[in-house]
């Protein structure tokens, strides 16, 4: 029987009405200097296609990730169109949860959904203690979308293998496009160091921002390779990929993930021996004793930086890195100035914090002038550049905690998936998602990315993926066990 519908009068006049609808728009823009007007159709069509199939909203935010730009409105900035789709999800997943339309209750006591709930609370707290209450609403505000839109719509599709490669390809075609479109930019500038940010805007606010998110999407990448063992020319299509990707990360000159590269490689084999829980408690050992050592009888001034020596080797990468290794790179020296003054403020804010998004404004009085750098006068406006002195700055110790735990909760629960699933597909899930979780620690130590969509993103998207899989294997291990109780008794 043929399906195929014939092309009648009315869809001709549709297509050539849209049409010129969009010409007319696009005109009307150019001659007003309106440049979002031409964008109207577009959201049209995205409203008409998820009134049909509101799943497509999850996938159209994944495609959205790599492409967002972000806008700045005086102080307030967005990243469209991300974070308006965010907004839609959060709104969607809500009326799906009011009206029990939704899977949602059968996870609120998995220990990864109760610590985001506590989270939310503190937020809420948060902004009545805060020095600057409506910059920590703004936070509660925007946290509130990425937990709606990241976290709990991603547990409403993602259960199966199919969804997760529909998933995958959502956000890797895009991503590769701005990866084209940055490599080639920089290729014109003979790959200069000097030329790396200006070459990945404006997908990409900086080459940190850029290099991340590469990084994050290696392993999710090597792993699709074990999708398609039968597809000889989508395998051949992915190893091309994940070798523009490495070498996108390289020409990056971002060292932080470099580094995490390979720490990601070193832990795979960490995870599948059996001394993963030994590993955390002799890291975690070690970060104590560090910090010790620097705090005891105040040793980290010996690493104050001199002023006029400290330098930053723009148009020399090698230089950069020997810089790097002599302590004399002054964007690693700006993070110890951070870093000291960050620890200033936790002593006088020890339980509560300053409150959320309050760091800039507070950290200079609590800054020691020993680690000045040219580049303390911060006109950027960053922030800690290490998200757990972050958490702590703003939330104090209780919020320093909740953090903590989850990304440690996250971490252990995959290789306790893993070890409980019969699943081929679910245990490479599983060990990607710690791979990947180990490169997004090493920017949180470095960095504080957890803010920005394309890198906080997936990471609470993985958060997602963890509570969807225990959820499943553990459902399958009580059906099993059923099973085996029948038949004994048969």
């Not at 043929?2 to 005109?27: E, H, M, P, Q, T």
């Not at 998995?110 to 937020?123: E, Y």
């Not at 550049?385 to 939330?395: E, G, M, R, S």
Request: charged letters at 15%.
């Amino acid at each position: 029987m043929n399906n195929v519908r014939n092309i009648g009068k009315n869809d001709y006049y549709f297509f050539f009405s849209s049409a010129l609808i969009f010409i007319a728009l696009n005109i009307v823009g150019l001659w007003k200097e309106i440049p979002y007007l031409n964008a109207i159709p577009f959201i049209i069509l995205f409203c008409v296609l998820i009134v049909r199939d509101y799943r497509l909203v999850f996938y159209f935010l994944l495609a959205s990730l790599p492409i967002s730009i972000e806008f700045f409105f005086g102080s307030l900035s967005l990243s469209a169109p991300s974070e308006p789709i965010l907004i839609l999800s959060t709104g969607l997943w809500l009326i799906l949860f009011i009206n029990k339309r939704t899977n949602l209750y059968q996870h609120l006591n998995n220990l990864l959904i109760v610590l985001i709930i506590l989270q939310l609370l503190l937020f809420t707290f948060n902004i009545f203690i805060s020095r600057e209450p409506i910059l920590s609403l703004k936070y509660l505000l925007a946290k509130i979308w990425f937990f709606g839109g990241f976290i709990f719509l991603p547990l409403l599709f993602l259960k199966e293998e199919k969804q997760f490669k529909i998933a995958f390809w959502s956000f890797f075609i895009p991503l590769m496009l701005t990866v084209f479109y940055t490599i080639i930019n920089h290729a014109l500038t003979g790959f200069s160091f000097e030329e790396v940010n200006q070459s990945a805007r404006p997908f990409y606010a900086n080459h940190v921002i850029y290099a991340c998110t590469l990084g994050l999407a290696l392993p999710f990448s090597v792993a699709a390779l074990g999708w398609y063992k039968e597809n000889p020319l989508l395998k051949l299509i992915l190893i091309s990929m994940i070798i523009v990707l490495v070498f996108a990360i390289i020409t990056s000159y971002t060292r932080t993930t470099w580094l995490s590269v390979f720490a990601a490689i070193a832990s795979v084999f960490v995870f599948k021996s059996k001394f993963l829980k030994l590993a955390f408690l002799v890291a975690s050992v070690g970060v104590v004793f560090f910090c010790y050592q620097l705090v005891d009888q105040n040793n980290y001034m010996k690493y104050a930086p001199n002023y006029s020596n400290t330098v930053f080797n723009r148009e020399d990468f090698s230089k950069h890195m020997e810089a790097t290794v002599e302590l004399s790179d002054v964007s690693g020296m700006e993070r110890v100035y951070r870093w000291v003054a960050a620890i200033n403020l936790i002593q006088h804010n020890f339980w509560f914090g300053t409150g959320n998004n309050t760091f800039y404004p507070t950290y200079k009085e609590y800054a020691n002038p020993a680690f000045i750098t040219y580049l303390s006068d911060n006109p950027e406006r960053s922030s800690t550049h290490n998200y757990f002195l972050l958490i702590f700055c703003d939330q104090g110790v209780f919020g320093f905690i909740l953090f903590l735990a989850l990304y440690i909760v996250a971490m252990l629960k995959t290789k306790t998936i893993y070890t409980l699933s019969n699943s081929t597909f679910i245990k490479n899930l599983m060990l990607t998602c710690f791979a990947t979780l180990v490169i997004f620690l090493v920017h949180l130590v470095l960095g504080d990315m957890v803010e920005v969509d394309k890198n906080g993103g997936i990471f609470f998207i993985i958060i997602s993926i963890i509570v969807g899989a225990e959820y499943k294997v553990r459902n399958q291990q009580k059906q099993n066990e059923l099973n085996s109780s029948d038949q004994m008794h048969l």
